[in-house]
């Protein structure tokens, strides 16, 4: 639950929302399950990008990490380059 917490308060303080939260736990679910459709797909467009072709893949790991970061989950210890 930390995790889908801390990524719906990107998304609200992304989306300038005050914070009043009076959804059920299925309209949370949905929202959730929307933003983690899209990282996918992100990740998806970052693994078929042709223009990244660097043997060791740094230039996908490094933007598929920026697209875990931009969801408000930070990169971890791994991500200190």
Same mark, same amino acid.
């Given at each position: 639950? /930390?995790?889908?917490?801390?990524? =719906?308060? /990107?998304? @609200? @303080?992304?989306?300038?929302? /005050?914070?009043?939260? #009076? %959804?059920?736990?299925?309209? =949370?679910?949905?929202?959730? /399950? !929307?933003? %983690?459709?899209?990282? @996918? $797909?992100?990740?998806? +467009?970052? =693994? &078929? +990008? !042709?223009? @990244? +072709?660097?043997?060791? %893949?740094?230039? $996908?790991? !490094? $933007?598929?990490? !920026?697209?875990?970061?931009?969801?408000? =989950?930070?990169?971890? #210890?791994?991500? &200190?380059?």
């Amino acid at each position: 639950m /930390k995790f889908e917490l801390r990524t =719906l308060a /990107k998304i @609200l @303080l992304d989306s300038g929302a /005050k914070v009043h939260i #009076s %959804c059920g736990e299925e309209a =949370l679910e949905r929202v959730m /399950k !929307e933003r %983690c459709w899209q990282a @996918l $797909r992100e990740i998806r +467009d970052v =693994l &078929d +990008d !042709e223009e @990244l +072709d660097d043997p060791i %893949c740094f230039r $996908r790991i !490094e $933007r598929i990490v !920026e697209i875990y970061e931009a969801m408000g =989950l930070g990169g971890g #210890s791994r991500h &200190d380059f």
